[in-house]
């Protein structure tokens, strides 16, 4: 058996790789030059460009670019009508950011189990919190696969319930064949460096609903409208223009949608390349019994955000902080996605408590995401490979 890195042992790969990382090509520079010497650096056209070619690639009739995908679920949420004495359900695995929109409300965040094979929320769970006070739901397709929709859209459907999806890892998937991005009441993209495309910094609202969409418009811009018919006191005067409600600074500049713009025209190959990589994942595991995969379902067409390596803790001696340092050393980097959210200190302050979630707890305490990124090459595939092999070898349960 070979040495781990870890007890001084020669590692998998000379360089560091890590589990993250954008993509950008010399067209995507050009697009973002272009854009400073042009007359417009905010406000521009090419937000109304971004967001047609966001509607074009998700199928929703408006699309509202925003600042960040954070930005975008707190208008989203606001839009919802999420307030004080509200109640709304959240996938407990996932960034903060799905429920801290929630909170930024003044409502209060409720944490749906995942299923245990797919870690993406689990109907039964929803179906199971619901009160009088529930107002909504957000499901995250979490790591690029798709929630059940048409399960989730029933209980929305008999409950009066807004469901809004975050598909912060989910730009390019499909479900059913049809595009993420047309099918909740509203779904939120991010396009932060580390998700399939990026802005730098950037989020999207998509809706099929035209009151939603220009109640987004304004949030997105101080709660100002131009348009008479949102003011208490219409005037059709040139410079005129009205505050209507509280709303913020969520704009995108033109600088980050050419960016943007341009990382869209690649989702296909991206996302194809993620593809790849994945399946070079799951073909090279398959045969592991120590590791367990992510199980897709198959009304899911996926454009792969993460890769998650699952331990099985029965067939091996150490747990996954040892796994995870031991890859570390061996210079696969791998991150951990993601520590359920009502177990930060802060939500803990609020009063959640550990054990609401045991599928979310049991994931969490075996899980690992890979390298996966578009420019990974055929080696860096191979090297990562060869590093969970060599660190399951060392720590398997031998029958
Ligand atoms: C990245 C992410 C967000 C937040 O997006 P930002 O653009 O970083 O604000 C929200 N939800 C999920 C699931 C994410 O992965």
Redesign the pocket.
């Known amino acids: 058996m070979e040495k781990l890195a870890i007890f001084g042992g020669k590692p998998a790969r000379d360089k560091a790789i890590s589990y993250g990382r954008q993509c950008i090509e010399q067209d995507d520079i050009e697009a973002v030059v272009d854009t400073l010497k042009s007359d417009y650096l905010t406000c521009g056209p090419k937000i109304n460009e971004l967001e047609n070619k966001l509607c074009e690639v998700t199928g929703a009739k408006y699309a509202v670019a925003v600042s960040?995908?954070?930005?975008?679920?707190h208008i989203a949420a606001m839009a919802a009508g999420f307030g004080e004495g509200d109640e709304v359900i959240v996938?407990s695995i996932?960034?903060?950011?799905?429920s801290n929109c929630v909170l930024y409300c003044g409502a209060k965040p409720v944490f749906a189990d995942i299923r245990h094979d797919t870690y993406n929320i689990e109907p039964a769970s929803i179906r199971s919190l619901i009160t009088p006070k529930t107002k909504g739901v957000i499901a995250?397709?979490?790591t690029g696969q798709a929630v059940e929709s048409d399960e989730i859209r029933a209980i929305c459907r008999e409950y009066g319930l807004i469901f809004i999806e975050?598909a912060?890892?989910a730009i390019g998937t499909k479900y059913r064949g049809q595009p993420v991005g047309s099918i909740a009441d509203m779904t939120?993209f991010?396009?932060?460096p580390?998700?399939t495309v990026t802005a730098g910094?950037?989020?999207a609202v998509t809706t099929n609903d035209e009151k939603t969409y220009r109640r987004l418009l304004r949030l997105r811009s101080h709660g100002i409208t131009r348009h008479q018919d949102e003011m208490v006191h219409p005037s059709d005067a040139g410079w005129y223009n009205e505050q209507v409600e509280l709303g913020y600074n969520y704009r995108m500049t033109d600088i980050q949608a050419a960016l943007l713009i341009s990382q869209l025209g690649k989702l296909d190959r991206f996302s194809g390349r993620r593809h790849q990589i994945v399946q070079m994942y799951d073909e090279a595991f398959s045969n592991i019994p120590e590791i367990i995969v992510q199980k897709e379902i198959p009304e899911s067409d996926t454009t792969r955000?993460l890769y998650i390596l699952c331990l099985n803790t029965e067939r091996l001696s150490c747990d996954r902080r040892q796994f995870f340092d031991a890859m570390t050393a061996e210079n696969v980097c791998p991150q951990v996605?993601?520590l359920p959210v009502y177990m930060h200190s802060y939500y803990e302050k609020l009063g959640y408590v550990k054990g609401s979630c045991p599928n979310a707890e049991k994931y969490y305490n075996e899980s690992m995401s890979l390298p996966l990124y578009y420019s990974m090459t055929d080696k860096d595939v191979e090297d990562v490979i060869c590093a969970v092999k060599k660190v399951v070898d060392y720590y398997k349960i031998k029958d």
């Open positions: 960040s995908g954070t930005a975008a679920l996938s996932t960034f903060a950011a799905s995250v397709d979490f975050d912060a890892h939120c991010s396009f932060h580390v998700k910094e950037g989020g955000h996605h993601y």
